[in-house]
């Protein structure tokens, strides 16, 4: 078998295994969606203190707590009638990071916090999505300050750029949040 041989072989099957990933790739979008999706329903739901949701049963348990969704360019969600979560987005020190923050009728108590993030130091900057991390914000109080609104909470020790960009993203959010939401 000479070399052309070869080499046509070598393009048919690169063209089928193109075919066949591409094809699998098409299949399998509608079952991507839908887990994008339940991720961002269990995270609203665990913002708003809501515990036992997983993949299974976000789609139910989001159907039945989430009482109304305002999407536009402030979207938030409203659970159980009392509880407000706003999605946040902001900065890390190597790359994106966002969240969810719930808020109760007050608008000044937090009730939970989700966050997360796409390439921060594992046991460092990572640890934004642990719980012991998360559940410092469990009822407590936003603090406004010239101008600024933050949350008292511990700093990740050795995190110190993931830390201030959690607070950024906080600050910044609720400044556009907050005034919008005590006009509803």
């Known amino acids: 078998m000479n070399d052309r041989y070869i080499f046509r072989y070598i393009i048919i099957l690169v063209a089928i295994v193109s075919i066949l990933l591409s094809a699998a790739a098409m299949w399998l979008q509608p079952y991507q969606k839908r887990n994008e999706l339940n991720e961002q329903r269990i ?76 390439s921060e130091t594992p046991g460092l900057g990572a640890e934004i999505t642990t719980e012991q991390y998360q559940s410092q914000y469990d009822g407590k109080q936003l603090l406004r300050d010239n101008d600024n609104i933050s949350v008292d909470v511990d700093a990740i020790a050795g995190a110190t750029r993931t830390s201030k960009g959690v607070e950024e993203m906080i600050d910044r959010t609720l400044k556009t949040y907050i005034p919008y939401l005590e006009k509803q």
């Open 43 to 118: 995270n609203i739901l665990k913002a708003a203190g809501i515990t036992g949701v997983d993949n299974k049963n976000a789609e139910q348990l989001f159907g039945q707590h989430c009482t109304a969704e305002h999407d536009g360019d402030l979207p938030y969600y409203v659970i159980d009638d009392h509880i407000t979560v706003v999605p946040m987005r902001g900065n890390g020190l190597w790359g994106p990071i966002w969240g969810y923050l719930g808020l109760s009728d007050d608008l000044q108590t937090v009730v939970g916090a989700v966050f997360d993030h796409k």
